[in-house]
């Protein structure tokens, strides 16, 4: 059975403090040493025999006081004893290992486990991992986060500070004035620091931004804070003394069904790979899905003459499967397809070369009309044709558009085009044109 008995080594001053030590014996084999740091007593106060002050000590220590250090002594013995008892393999166990366990029960706090304090990044990720949200969506997160590292590394640059980093619990409103500037300058930006796109790329050289990319990017910050509050992670929120602009849209334009035909009956067979991207394209604007959903449609998606697919911007929320039934002239391109061997519906390339192709097969078409748009930097109206601003997006409003003009119902429309129902976003897709206007005051004759 192990005992362990106190003691102290005398110095040559009687009257300075020493440490007192502690022996632990087990057995004839077994010694082990602990010197206390926080225990001391002068030599010529120690009373050996008791282990503790001499009783006779009445100058130098009040009762009161002995009675603390007499039971600080019997404390620590009574430790030394439990942390040797509680040894596995007492063999290999030395006045080290004893000393080191002392202290870890004395002072827990120092062995405790580092834990990393969570960056603002860290935070960002476990909100697109947990937060519901369709792949597209999350990919555009992804776009923001990029943007607010350059924007970190920016202001270590600029301002030579080297130690600026976002922090969850200290963004302000200036911060988010200041990530404005950012983006709105940052085509600039990437010509005079190219060392910050060294370290985060992007797949696209940054172009100058308009005021309305600009509010989506903050938009989505302000999502993300608002998932902080509701999870507990902060209770700041800049958002509250930082309003995000109202988005301003131009007049909906998007090519009539005569236009439309006139681009599908042109004759590209000299082009058999844009005859194949307009073909796509002319098939979106008789099914009026998203890019994303249109590139993601399989011969599976055709069903009992439609299409049917879950719109992939909704299907983590409230997912609804739109049906849109195939024409004539969709039926005869899904034909005219049919030995595709891949894996989607149809042939389609990248989205990028997909737009490109569009504005060619626009200009092959004759199909050059002006129409007024919003310039997106400026946020002036301006007029350009057709062939230079047709897209993929184009395709869309076309089918909304022209369905708006025939049942002037949105929830009807919305309903083949995958909008819910009240949605603010379908105003865009669809203008009322003067002859709606002529139809609408009819009625009342």
């Known amino acids: 059975m192990a005992t362990v008995k106190a003691f102290i080594r005398t110095s040559t001053k009687k009257t300075e403090k020493v440490n007192v030590r502690f022996r632990l014996s087990a057995g004839r084999g077994v010694q082990l040493f602990y010197k206390a740091k926080d225990i001391m007593i002068e030599p010529d106060q120690w009373d050996s025999k008791g282990e503790s002050i001499k ?57 405790a486990p580092i834990t990393k304090q969570e960056s603002f990044f860290d935070i960002f990720e476990e909100f697109l991992l947990k937060h519901p949200m369709s792949d597209v969506r999350k990919k555009n997160f992804r776009v923001v986060v990029r943007a607010l590292q350059r924007y970190e590394l920016y202001e270590q640059i600029e301002n030579r500070n080297a130690n600026f980093t976002l922090s969850l619990d200290a963004v302000s409103p200036d911060d988010l004035r200041n990530f404005t500037e950012f983006l709105r300058g940052e085509f600039i930006i990437c010509e005079t620091h190219p060392e910050i796109y060294e370290q985060v790329s992007e797949s696209r050289k940054p172009k100058s931004r308009g005021q309305n990319t600009i509010n989506g990017v903050l938009a989505k910050l302000r999502t993300f804070f608002i998932w902080c509050a509701d999870n507990e992670k902060t209770s700041n929120n800049p958002f509250r003394k930082f309003t995000v602009e109202e988005c301003v849209y131009g007049t909906p334009y998007y090519i009539s069904i005569e236009e439309r035909n006139q681009l599908y009956y042109t004759d590209l067979s000299n082009r058999p790979d844009l005859e194949v991207q307009r073909d796509i394209f002319v098939f ?39 049906r849109v039934p195939l024409n004539k002239i969709a039926n005869e391109i899904l034909a005219k397809y049919n030995n595709f061997q891949g894996e989607s519906l149809l042939p389609f390339s990248y989205e ?26 400026t946020r002036e109206s301006e007029m350009r044709p ?8 184009l395709a869309r409003r076309t089918f909304i558009g022209n369905l708006y003009k025939q049942v002037k119902d949105p929830n009807l429309v919305g309903s083949l085009s995958g909008h819910k129902e009240g949605s603010k976003a379908f105003s865009r897709y669809r203008d009322i044109d003067e002859e709606m206007k002529k139809d609408l005051v009819n009625l009342l004759v």
């Open 284 to 322: 979106q604007c008789l099914i009026g899905c998203r890019i994303s959903d249109l590139n993601r449609l399989s011969k599976q998606n055709v069903i009992n003459g439609a299409i049917e697919y879950i719109a992939r911007k909704t299907r983590d929320n409230r997912p609804v499967t739109v």
């Open 386 to 393: 057709l062939n230079e601003i047709a897209s993929s997006h």
């Open 55 to 111: 009783t006779r000590s009445v100058f130098m220590y009040s009762d009161t006081e002995k009675a603390e250090f007499k039971a600080k002594i019997t404390k620590r013995k009574t430790l030394i004893e439990k942390i040797y008892n509680e040894v596995k393999f007492k063999e290999d166990y030395t006045s080290n290992d004893l000393e080191l366990d002392i202290d870890k029960a004395l002072n827990p706090e120092k062995y």
């Open 352 to 377: 990028q070369e997909y737009n490109i192709a569009i504005k060619e097969a626009f200009t092959i078409a004759k199909l050059t009309r002006s129409v007024m748009i919003l310039n997106p930097l």
